[in-house]
């Protein structure tokens, strides 16, 4: 174990911002010696000492609160159920737990519930115990040092998610087959399905077919096994996205077409599949019924290009489309996840390929290899 006591932590915070002098504070209580390494996490001082000083500080220490045990076993253990908890035990109690021993816990829990990655200031280190302190190096991007502090399964399967973002797939597969087997040997259900269902992830975007659906089909089991309807629409979807990705628009067509609630992304499958089809005007109503759920400047450039095309036969020589064209495949490129910039690639080499810009092309088959 490592890590000082927090109340030191929380006593030095709160007397820098009121720019007290360590005397000042410790007056009549104890030695200001004695203060220095209490706010060092050299000391643990007793319950008496901390309520003193905190009080001085106008703060009222909590020395035993309510355990937040159930919220870091849902957590740790991927369970849908932790948001819950965390607004059950967390988030009425954050004043009460900030200056408690659970402060850092309460910080920590925040971070995952956020779900930002946001990690804790650097001044809190000194007093994190292995564990907390390996889930601070997640939350900083330190993967491989988080999983030595101690090899969670959460922390290796957001490691996974972490490198299938930056278009990393070889490199997450193995992070996540790690994960998985740690999972599994903890007991823990609902990671096991998002490290099958990441794995499946990065085989589709690497376009291997075969191993998605290998991996599907084990994540398909787990999510009915747990009820999971989520997880069971998320790797359908993925399913049709990859045919439609590897030109197989008549196998996508059926799943995109027959759902009774179609969101945004849904429908600008669809729209795709029946533009690949040469159904014109089925595509331009699957267009039109996108175009009010579109939120953001992204998705509205996604769906122009779409609606370009249909309306535009010649687009492949229309400098307009090129523009429009290029501007949101390196917007997509810097901003969202690799799987969307690869699926716009095959309009992009078409784009070059029309217009004899050979060199263009096969700098962009470099960077992303042909499947």
Known sequence: ?????????????????????????CRGICAPSYLSKIEQGKAAPSPEVTELLLHRLGLVWTPEPEGLAPCWKALLSGSPNFDSLYEQLVQP?????????????ALLLDAFYADEMRPLPVEWEPFLSTRQLALHRGLQGRWEEAVRLEPL????????????????????????RDAYRSASDAGYPYLMLSCRLWMGNCYSDLGRMEEMLTHYSVAEHLAEAL???????????????????????????PY???????????????????????????ALAAVQQAEPMASGEMEQRMLALVRYRLEHPDYLHDDTYGTQLLDCFHRLRDTYPMGFTRFHLPWVLAWYKANRQ???????LEEFPAK
């Open 153 to 176: 399964p959460l922390l290796a399967a957001h490691h996974g998610e972490f490198l299938y973002a930056e278009g990393e797939y070889t490199a997450a597969i193995e992070v996540l």
């Open 256 to 282: 995109f077409a027959s759902l009774p609630r179609p969101g945004f992304l849904d429908l600008h499958k669809l729209a795709i599949c029946h533009e690949q089809l040469g159904h014109r005007e089925q």
């Open 1 to 25: 174990m490592r890590g000082g006591d927090i109340a030191g932590l929380l006593i030095r915070q709160a007397r820098l911002q009121r720019d007290w002098s360590q005397e000042g504070l």
């Open 93 to 105: 109690r954050r004043e009460i737990l900030a200056f408690s021993p659970l402060a850092a816990d």
């Open 358 to 364: 050979y060199r263009q092309a096969c700098r962009l």
């Open 227 to 253: 009820r999971d309807t989520g997880s069971l629409s998320a790797l359908r979807y993925n399913v049709a996205s990859t045919q439609l990705e590897l030109g197989q628009p008549e196998k996508a067509l």
